[in-house]
């Protein structure tokens, strides 16, 4: 079965995992593992988007096989405003624990690197003091 809707998920607590992708069966959300080893490639080839290669138009600013800070992220691709509130909802009435930093891949940061992003979501978080 090929899905539109599609969430990568980094470094998430194995305890977590399982709820999550059993959720996103339900939601039929594709659940897409990045391994430490894929941190330095883009996410729109992480997400498998055609036309998406390995080059990333930015560099990132942690070179690929650097330490990444141990933080959980979420990464949507393919989801409908409609359909990221569903599952939102779901994945709170799941009673699944919180993960500090999601994204949704757009075509501003579709060629960044997990590092780059996870930067820019903590950079964020630090201005908006959440």
Do not use: H
Request: charged share 20%.
């Amino acid at each position: 079965m090929t899905y539109s809707k599609k969430l990568l998920l980094i470094q998430i607590s194995n305890y977590k995992l399982a709820e999550i992708q059993q959720l996103c069966r339900t939601l039929e959300i594709q659940t897409i593992i990045v391994e430490p080893k894929d941190f330095g490639k883009p996410l729109g080839q992480l997400a498998k988007i055609a036309g998406i290669q390995g080059n990333s138009a930015t560099k990132s600013p942690i070179k690929t096989g650097s330490s990444m800070p141990p933080v959980e992220m979420m990464v949507f691709c393919g989801l409908t405003s409609e359909a990221l509130d569903t599952f939102l909802a779901a994945y709170r009435n799941a009673g699944i624990a919180p993960i500090g930093l999601k994204a949704i891949i757009t075509p501003s940061n579709i060629r960044w690197d997990v590092y780059t992003l996870c930067r820019e979501l903590m950079q964020e978080q630090l201005q908006w003091g959440k």
